[in-house]
Every structure is written in C-alpha cells, then in structure tokens.
C-alpha cells in the first residue's frame, strides 16, 4: 500500500474513534453521515488538497472549504483540534453549556468559513466565494461538501447552474451519496439521481468515485488539476453511512443518536477491527 494511503487510513481511524469519544460524552450527535464523510475529509485536511494557514486562519490565499452538510460537523472538529484551530478542551465540551462547539458549524470557529446546517445553502455560498476569485483573479479552491440529501434542494440546482453558467473553474463540489436521509432513502423522498448527468448539464465537469477510496479520490483531484476546461467541477462520491460502525451502516436509525451500553461496546469493537 502506498505510504501516504497508509497514513490517511490511521489517521481516518483515529479521527472516527475520537469522534466517538466526543459523541458519547455530548450524549448527541448526527453519527451516520459524519462516519461516511471521514475519508473526504482526511483527503481534504491532510492529503495535501487544501491550503490552510494555522497561524492565520483568514489568510487571503487560502483554500476556502464549507461543509454545507454542517449536521456532519464533529468530524470536522476533531480535525481542526488536531490540526490546532481549536482545542481539545472545546472537543470535550461539544454541545455542553459554556463550550463553544455547537450542532453545526458557525463563522465564531476559527477554520469554519461559513455558518451551515441549512441544507441547500452551502453550494451557492461556495460558487459566490469563487466568483470572488475570479473577479479578484485570485488562485484559491473553493470547495464545498455536500449531503445527496440537500440535492432535494431547489437552491443547490439554482447554485449549480449559475456556476455553470459563469464557468466558475476555481469551484469544487463534492456530494457525499449515501443514499440516505434522516427518515427513508434519497430516491425516495426525490429523485435525485443521476446527480452526474444532472451536473453535467448544469455546465460542470464530473467524475465518480468511491468516497471511501484514497486512490479513487486523489485521482479526482489530479483531474481537477490537470482540468483545462472553465468549469466547475463536481466529485460524486459514493459512500456508507455509518462506516467503520457494523449496526450503523447503511441504516436509517443512525441519522442521529449515539450508542449506549453493550451498543457502545460493538461500537468500539467494529472501530477497532474497521479496515477501509
């Protein structure tokens, strides 16, 4: 396995058991779709695909990164303690009186660009941001992470065609497709698919990958790179909700919730027997 893929993989395992921590002493949390964002997100963060500043946060040059699905934000928490935005006083005090980290993501945090949890807002919030790059003729990413969920959204289609319309190449959007929402399936409360075909004729470049797949995602983001199209671009990843968790997986039970007693056990237990 290549080395950098190795790394990626420990610290995506370590990055679900400390959410777990966290979840459990919060005594909630939205557990299902943070657990099928993880490896986006370690891509992100630590695969070399986002420019971030620590000492700076508002660092001008920057790569601008908005989770849209801020429901799924413990997971990005954990990360900008480790990375040192915040502290891992503030990971224990999650959702607890006095701390500061809330349900979803808000501007206050240093690292969360924009205040989301408002599904269907997140896309066009990232295509204005890279407007502003254009116009500014600046170099940053703008990438945002979607739900297949707030694909219902008319707002996301209204933001996905005027990116398209304005050729906006330096946009990035990525759809965590699980498949599922908080109460049935994607497909069953709106047809989404074919969310490809349907950004493509929207103006954008897309690819599919295996959300779970280092391999998969770094080659997305090599033809982003080598994309000369003016284009937006979009990654449609296919993903488990509620992975690395046996009885979460794929299950409607676990949109939110956190497990308690022997759950809490088997919860550990498939963590530390979870290979991606």
């Excluded at 420019?51 to 001008?60: A, G, I, Y």
């Amino acid at each position: 396995m290549d080395s950098r893929i190795e790394l990626l993989n420990e610290k995506a395992n370590w990055l679900r058991n400390r959410f777990l921590e966290m979840v459990v002493s919060a005594g909630k949390g939205h557990m299902g779709g943070a657990l099928s964002c993880v490896e986006i997100l370690t891509i992100l963060y630590y695969g070399g695909i986002l420019r971030h500043n620590l000492t700076d946060p508002s660092w001008s040059e920057r790569d601008r990164f908005i989770l849209s699905k801020g429901h799924s934000c413990e997971i990005l928490y954990v990360i900008l303690a480790d990375l040192g935005f915040i502290s891992f006083t503030d990971i224990d005090q999650y959702q607890k009186k006095g701390g500061r980290l809330c349900g979803h993501p808000d501007r206050r945090i240093p690292g969360i660009e924009a205040d989301t949890g408002s599904l269907g807002h997140g896309l066009g919030i990232s295509a204005g941001m890279a407007l502003a790059a254009e116009l500014d003729q600046q170099k940053y990413k703008n990438v945002v992470l979607l739900s297949d969920g707030e694909c219902c959204e008319g707002s996301t289609w209204e933001a996905a065609m005027f990116a398209g319309k304005h050729k906006l190449k330096r946009l990035i959007a990525i759809v965590d497709n699980n498949g599922l929402c908080v109460t049935d399936p994607v497909n069953e409360c709106m047809t989404v698919e074919p969310l490809a075909e349907k950004f493509e004729a929207c103006g954008w470049h897309v690819v599919n990958v295996d959300g779970h797949d280092y391999e998969d995602l770094f080659k997305a983001f090599e033809k982003y790179d080598s994309c000369e199209e003016d284009k937006p671009f979009a990654i449609i990843a296919r993903t488990i909700k509620g992975k690395g968790i046996s009885f979460m997986e794929n299950s409607l039970n676990w949109h939110h919730g956190v497990p308690k007693g022997e759950l809490l056990n088997v919860a550990k237990e498939s963590l530390m027997n979870h290979v991606n």
